[in-house]
């Protein structure tokens, strides 16, 4: 089992930054990729991105790419979203994930993660 737990969510005028933390607990070991994900009311999950064990390689969805960067301190067992230039419609609750299973995945949906947190809520005021 793997435990995670966001933190750093709250209001924020829009063009400001917050930085969300994920932190795990339990079997962190077998994470192969962590993932950030967000929900806006009466909207899908939807992907925002994600990185690999090492933190070598991360990849983000085209809402926001060049404003969030995901990055991680795994001696922490901890993940992190920094989210600059803050919109409006990044309002949501946000999500990390955990995925403990190989094989031909891209780690962009949220059906090939297994342990996910309690989330954090996001508002951006415009």
């Known amino acids: 089992q793997v435990q995670l737990v966001e933190s750093g969510g709250g209001p924020v005028q829009a063009g400001g930054s917050l930085r969300l933390s994920c932190a795990a607990s339990?079997?962190?070991?077998?994470?192969?990729?962590m993932g950030w994900f967000r929900q806006a009311p009466g909207k899908e999950r939807e992907f925002v991105g994600n990185?690999?064990?090492?933190?070598?390689?991360?990849y983000y969805a085209d809402s926001v790419k060049g404003r969030f960067t995901i990055s991680r301190d795994n001696a922490k067992n901890t993940v992190y979203l920094q989210m600059n230039s803050l919109k409006a419609e990044d309002t949501a609750t946000y999500y990390c994930?955990?995925?403990?299973?190989?094989?031909?995945?891209?780690?962009?949906?949220?059906?090939?993660?297994?342990?996910w947190g309690q989330g954090t809520q996001v508002t951006v005021s415009s």
């Open positions: 990185i690999n064990r090492s933190g070598s390689n991360t």
């Open positions: 339990g079997r962190t070991l077998r994470s192969i990729y």
């Open positions: 994930a955990c995925a403990t299973v190989y094989g031909g995945r891209l780690y962009r949906r949220w059906d090939e993660y297994d342990y």
